[in-house]
């Protein structure tokens, strides 16, 4: 049902891509196949001599044919990517000038933008709280509400001052666990991921970041009674964090196109009541989360009630719902869980 969903849109952005002149298809293998590096942009020895000015007209209105929002900001942030500059540094397009290449680049990622690629993808990497990680095709992005749950499981743990020994579950490009690990000297993180391609990443941002020394990134899907790689088949943890797909099956026809055509579905379905995965996180914590460890998850707007009658009814004595916390909308997203001392 949802591959059906994600195929119809993808159907009906071709249709916006040809409406708006553009095409999906190339916009979107340019991009993936790395054509516009800023790398090779820097190395062109060509005087630059086209104005940016000049080079933008008419994108405005192809992007807002496109269905794409905040258009100055997706503009500044490609030219600024163009130039090989950080976005801040371009305060306006005045004086600004694109060589033959870049002048070209700037085409293939407009087109790509208006194919509703999302701009974290084009750009190639993205900022998570004080990191700048890589972002890959294909692996979810972090998102703005994330770094709120970041920030406040450091809150939490900052005045620990024992080591704290982590899990995440389904750590997708890294971003929580390394923001975490930045944040906190005594924390040592072990991650599972089902996707390829993410687990390569997280493992490539650690790197990048220098924290690949406190980081560990198993490829493994977790399942009902294999919860984590064999490996860690007695290990228990301090603290569990995760984010973990809890999109409800109905709610998938509304998300928007750059979600649904070019993020990872794996990374999104939560079933039908947005908790399939969810559920397998708290049968997770029940086995390896050491007593008195804490859960911490984020979820979707309606689930914090409903985790707290789960807890309730069908994990009493062994995992105890202890709050649900606001993101900056208001809205009721993270749960902190924890394991009673008397559990086993
Ligand atoms: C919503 S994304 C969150 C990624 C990352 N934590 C973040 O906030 O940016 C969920 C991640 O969980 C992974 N995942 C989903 N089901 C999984 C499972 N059963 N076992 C391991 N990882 C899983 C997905 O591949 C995806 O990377």
């Not at 990872?264 to 390896?288: E, I, Q, W």
Request: proline residues 6%.
């Amino acid at each position: 049902m949802l591959k059906l969903v994600a195929q119809q849109l993808r159907h009906q952005m071709r249709l916006i891509s040809r409406a708006s002149d553009v095409s999906y298809t190339k916009a979107t293998a340019s991009v993936t196949s790395g054509v516009s590096s800023s790398q090779e942009q820097q190395q062109s020895t060509q005087p630059p001599s086209i104005e940016v000015n000049k080079a933008l007209e008419g994108w405005p209105e192809k992007l807002r044919k496109a269905g794409v929002g905040d258009i100055d900001f997706n503009l500044k942030c490609l030219v600024a990517h163009v130039l090989g500059r950080k976005f801040n540094t371009v305060k306006d397009y005045n004086n600004l000038l694109f060589t033959d290449t870049q002048m070209q680049n700037f085409e293939r990622l407009c087109e790509a933008r208006c194919a509703r690629m999302p701009l974290q993808y084009i750009l190639g990497e993205w900022d998570f709280m004080d990191l700048t990680l890589k972002t890959s095709p294909s692996v979810f992005i972090p998102r703005p509400e994330t770094e709120e749950f970041v920030s406040k499981v450091i809150e939490v743990y900052r005045d620990v001052k024992e080591p704290i020994k982590m899990l995440e579950v389904g750590c997708g490009s890294g971003a929580m666990s390394l923001a975490i690990l930045h944040a906190l000297p005594n924390v040592q993180s072990t991650a599972i991921e089902r996707g390829n391609a993410a687990t390569e990443l997280a493992r490539e941002n650690a790197k990048l970041v220098g924290l690949e020394s406190r980081f560990i990134v198993y490829h493994h899907t977790m399942e009902e009674d294999k919860y984590l790689p064999s490996e860690l088949a007695n290990e228990t943890y301090d603290l569990i964090i995760g984010n973990p797909p809890y999109v409800k099956s109905e709610e998938f026809p509304l998300l928007q196109p750059e979600v649904v055509c070019y993020e990872n579905l794996n990374a999104l379905d939560g079933g039908p009541d947005g908790l399939r995965v969810a559920r397998l996180v708290f049968n997770l914590a029940c086995k390896h989360l050491r007593p008195g460890g804490k859960l911490w998850l984020e979820l979707g707007e309606d689930h914090p009630p409903l985790v707290q009658t789960i807890m309730d009814t069908q994990y009493e004595g062994r995992l105890r719902y202890i709050a649900g916390y606001k993101d900056q909308y208001k809205r009721n997203r993270f749960v902190e869980i924890e394991k009673p001392e008397t559990a086993n």
